[in-house]
C-alpha cells in the first residue's frame, strides 16, 4: 500500500470509529511524533531559559513598555 493510500484508508478507519480509546491513542501517537522545540536547542538557550524561568519565580520582571523603552534608547 502507498503513502496516499495508507492516508485515505487511516483517514476512513478514524472517521468510522466510535471508540474513543483508539481515537486517543491515534491522537497521542501523533502527538509524540511531534518535535519538542526543547530537545532541539542547544544548551546556552537551555540555560538562557532556565535563568529567565528562575527571574520570573524571583519576580524580577520588568513590564514590557520598560524595556521597550530601554532597548530603544541604545538604539539611538
Not at 23 to 41: A, N, P, Q
Amino acid at each position: 500500500m502507498d503513502i496516499q493510500a495508507l492516508k485515505l484508508e487511516l483517514v476512513k478507519q478514524i472517521l468510522e470509529s466510535e471508540s474513543k480509546e483508539l481515537l486517543d491513542k491515534v491522537y497521542y501517537t501523533f502527538k509524540r511524533e511531534e518535535k519538542d522545540f526543547w530537545l532541539e536547542m542547544t544548551d546556552d538557550q537551555k540555560q538562557e531559559v532556565e535563568i529567565g524561568r528562575r527571574q520570573v519565580k524571583n519576580g524580577e520582571t520588568e513590564e514590557w513598555e520598560t524595556v521597550l523603552e530601554r532597548l530603544s534608547k541604545k538604539a539611538s
